[in-house]
Antibody, heavy 127, light 113 residues
């Protein structure tokens, strides 16, 4: 049974960097069958995709966040991580890590539907 | 960017009745080379992460009750709950994965009338 668990500080100061890690158990992050992604949800609002990474290190990011986001993978620890810099109150949200299937368009392997989610971790940006 | 627009924002349906949720994409999410619609539906209950119900617009995830069905192609899609049960109270989201920017609809809240 695949499990994903987010970890990291629940409170981040404005202008600082939000750092979260997702630990994957019950499956290998090195599988060529999946992307691994981050999705967030502000309290009481909808879902926003942040970005995704393939085991090879290939990444796709939301252009609206791309200048501030870095997603990395550590296959030796079966983990992947999110860093979001220069945070503001607008970045306060429930952050989910997730496993995504694949979509192949124009011979490119891209992240697809999200078939497994972590429970989410609330990150509040406040001084 | 592909914008996903869901309607209605909320709906109240009597137990056992049909619930229909619509999702419209600002451009087609049908890939002609494989004839697949790159669209998924999720269910999110209070305090829980979303759960994948349907992918490729109409393929139900194993274990999802068959009262849930997805239909549509191109830019217009529908999630139908054929006979609403109490446990179906949730917010439902559509999502496209055709573009390099993955986007979700704003959600539709389903309640019991």
């Amino acid at each position: 049974q695949l499990q994903l668990q987010e970890s990291g500080p629940g409170l981040v100061k404005p202008s600082e960097t939000l750092s979260l890690t997702c630990t994957v158990s019950g499956g290998s992050i090195s599988s060529s069958s999946y992307y691994w992604g981050w999705i967030r949800q502000p309290p009481g609002k909808g879902l926003e995709w942040i970005g995704s990474i393939y085991y090879s290190g290939s990444t796709y990011y939301n252009p609206s966040l791309k200048s501030r986001v870095t997603i990395s993978v550590d296959t030796s620890k079966n983990q992947f991580s999110l860093k979001l810099s220069s945070v503001t109150a607008a970045d306060t949200a429930l952050y989910y890590c997730a496993r995504q299937g694949l979509a192949m368009i124009v011979m490119l392997i891209r992240p697809g539907a999200v078939d497994s989610w972590g429970q989410g971790t609330l990150v509040t940006v406040s001084s | 960017d592909i914008v996903m627009t869901q309607s209605p924002d909320s709906l109240a349906v009597s137990l056992g009745e049909r619930a229909t949720i619509n999702c419209k994409s600002s451009q087609s999410v049908l890939y002609s080379s494989d004839n697949k619609n790159y669209l998924a539906w999720y269910q999110q209950k209070p305090g829980q992460p979303p759960k994948l119900l349907i992918y490729w617009a109409s393929t139900r995830v194993s274990g999802v009750p068959d009262r849930f069905s997805g239909s549509g192609s191109g830019t217009d899609f529908t999630l139908t709950i054929s006979s609403l049960q109490a446990e179906d109270v949730a917010v439902y989201y559509c999502q496209q994965y055709y573009g390099t920017l993955l986007t979700f609809g704003g959600g539709t809240k389903v309640e019991i009338k």
